[in-house]
Each structure stands twice: as C-alpha cells, then as structure tokens.
C-alpha cells in the first residue's frame, strides 16, 4: 500500500506573524527546508552536549539555560522547515527523509541529555525510546491509509515544552538549593505521559483498522 501524503502537525505558532515573516525571509534567500531540518540535529547536539557538561559539574545554571534555548531552537527549526517546504514552495523529493530522520535523532540526544544531566542515564534512555515509539506509531497507522495522529497527552511539542520547563527550574534549583530533582521530575513526566500517549494512539490505530473491516 503506498503511504498518504505526509500530513502537518496542528500547530498554533505556524498562524503566527513572526513564523511567517521568518520563513518568508528564508524562502526569499533560497534556504532549502531540508538544511533547515538538519540545522534541528545541530541544536539537539548542543543540547546534549550542555546537558552532558551539566551532569559533569561544569557551570550547571549557564548550561541548563543553554540546553533549554537549544531545545527552543530544535522547535523553531521543526516549524520553519515545513513553512518554507509549503508556503515557501521549496519542496524536494527528499523531503519527507528529513522531516522525520532529523527528529527522531534529536528525541533520541535532549532526552539522553537530559537523563545524564539529571544522572539518571537510565531514564532519560527510556524516555527517548518512549518519544521515538510515539512517531513509528503514527507512520504506522500513516502506513495503513490512517490519518497522521500527532495527540498527546506527550506529543513532541509537549515533551520539549517540559524539558524546557525542567531545565529553567533546575537552573533556579541549582542556584538555590543546589540540586536538579527539578529534572528528574520532567523526566519522570515525560515517561509517564509518552506511555499513555503511545497507548492512546495505538487503541486509535486499532479502532481505525478494525473499522475498515
């Protein structure tokens, strides 16, 4: 069966003055959507790389804010891309490779980064590894002729809201108390809510199939 057009993520900040001001700039300039895509890995390295450097000791407050401007920056390079890609009109045949290729190895680098940052490797493995079930899932029911299910309770948006969130906590905590539990907590969050949203999407593909008879 040959797969659907890829679908778009819901996403209110594409309606935004700012992201269209943005893309309409780099479309105008020739910047291809697929070094926009790739630019997201680079700011996921370097929020790994700040992440790691918090787990050892160094400058934990400054990297902990680093690590969460470089999240930011991932998001913002995941909009932009698909903006100049579509309202753009710079679509390329390799397209759909990285729009999603890039994402699942930047799940894979802030997740782990941050599970080193708050020295529990462990979980912050599981919670990559939950992030990436979340997006096979939804190529899987894309695979069966299935809408595109981009929902929550722990889509990547709101995974990297919360590591956003639990980065600029611990850097209060560190500054204030001296411990990052605050990361810890995000992770533990961002487990359990990825688990009930692979749940949620799987009890949706099943629905969907059994639907077609």
Known sequence: MTAPAPERRPLNSRNSRWAHRAAARLAARGVAPNRISQ?????AALAFAAFWGVGEG??????LLIGALCVQGRLVC?????MVAVE????TSDGPFWNEAPDRLADALILGGLGLAAGQAALGLLAASLAIATAYLRELGRAEGLPGDYS???AKPHRMATVTVGAVAAAVEVA????TLALTLALWAIVIGTVATILRRSVRILNG?????
């Open 39 to 43: 630019a997201s890995m680079g700011f």
């Open 58 to 63: 160094v400058a934990p407050q400054a990297l």
């Open 78 to 82: 995941n909009l932009l891309d698909g």
């Open 88 to 91: 753009g009109g710079l679509k």
């Open 152 to 154: 929550g309770p722990m």
């Open 176 to 179: 204030t108390l001296g411990s």
């Open 209 to 213: 199939l059994r639907a077609r008879g």
